[in-house]
């Protein structure tokens, strides 16, 4: 079954700091961003002169965001605009309602956080930092202590909560990991009455073809910007 999508995912960064995760970022009516240690993601309410003007102001000499928008970003006085590559948002078509085993399943907390950033500088699903997993839940799954598997929850607006770093050691893939840590996150965020979606790198086929398996689909098309201060 197809539920309607909401038009808050077209703009999914600036809802998400405009409303439930506002107290994650910094900004005014013009422009947000996350706090540098939860996500690399900024957004401007309008492509103004002034919006651009503001996001300058929350940057520091050298720094840089990560911006989403349905054309490439062109350079702008005092910040250069670097193109990084095109994001499938995809949204769950399906809802999960299988039986599925969470045994050995742990929830990642601040303990886990140095952990938590090494599996992701091995496998790179995206940008992870120190303070990224007070967004939402993590889960993960350890294996002799070390931690192969995780996955969890980053930016929620209302209606929809989206699923993130999904990520699996090499030497432990082609398990079902990543498979079964999205179907017990998504099955939880349906619970809540919110609908799963993501974002993924439009080349990352093999990640595209586990999502669509899952009952995920393309709905948007975006261009990742990297927006850097001079």
């Not at 350890?142 to 090499?170: N, T």
């Amino acid at each position: 079954m197809t539920r309607p999508t909401h038009a808050a995912l077209d703009r999914p960064i600036w809802t998400a700091l405009t409303t439930k995760q506002a107290h994650l970022g910094s900004g005014d009516a013009l422009a947000r961003r996350f706090h540098p240690e939860v996500a690399p993601f900024a957004a401007i309410a309008s492509e103004t002169p002034d919006a651009w003007r503001a996001l300058h102001a929350l940057m520091q000499p050298g720094e840089h965001v990560a911006m989403l928008s349905a054309e490439t970003i062109a350079d702008l006085d005092g910040l250069q605009a670097t193109r990084i590559g095109t994001i499938h948002q995809m949204i769950e078509t399906q809802r999960f309602t299988h039986v599925i085993d969470d045994s050995d399943v742990i929830a990642l907390g601040p303990a886990d956080v140095d952990d938590m950033i090494a599996l992701v500088q091995r496998t790179k699903p995206g940008p992870f930092g120190k303070r990224t997993r007070e967004i939402g839940r993590y889960i993960g799954i350890r294996e002799h202590g070390e931690l192969i598997a995780m996955a969890g929850e980053r930016l929620a607006i209302e209606g929809h909560v989206e699923i993130s770093a999904v990520c699996v050691d090499e030497r432990c893939r082609g398990r079902g990991l990543a498979g079964r840590l999205m179907n017990i996150l998504r099955k939880d965020i349906a619970r809540r009455g919110d609908t799963p979606f993501l974002h993924v790198f439009s080349h990352n086929e093999g990640a595209i073809a586990l999502y669509e398996r899952l009952g995920f689909a393309l709905r948007h098309a975006f261009a990742l910007t990297q927006i850097a201060r001079g």
